[in-house]
């Protein structure tokens, strides 16, 4: 298993930051790519819905997204039914070295 580091990489449709105008929501998967697999940065491939913690960042230790690892068959890894792994990091101050999972699947 070796991760991407990823450049340039767009939300998936849960986790876009504003409004889409309408001009561009029937093109938004053609335009803005999401680039799965494991992989450092860059924005999570959801398979659900967004990330539990990051919504209005009410997680005691506010985690920002850091890395994710898809269920691989090589690698011999599975979450659940080909899930994938999530990782976020704590912002807040004390809580720097704390580290946030969750996994989804399908």
Known sequence: MRPKLIEQDFPCWEDIPCAVPPSIDDK???L????????LGGWP????SE???APWQK???SPEYVFK???TEKGN???????????GRGTVDGR??????EWQCY
Request: glycine content about 10%.
């Open 77 to 87: 890894w599975m979450w659940g039914d080909n899930g994938v792994g999530y990782f």
């Open 45 to 48: 491939s959801l398979i659900q």
């Open 69 to 71: 690892i898809d269920t």
């Open 96 to 101: 720097r070295d704390e580290w946030a999972i």
């Open 59 to 61: 997680h005691p230790i």
């Open 28 to 30: 938004y998967f053609d």
């Open 32 to 39: 803005f790519d999401n680039i799965s697999g494991f992989k």
């Open 51 to 53: 990330i539990y913690w």
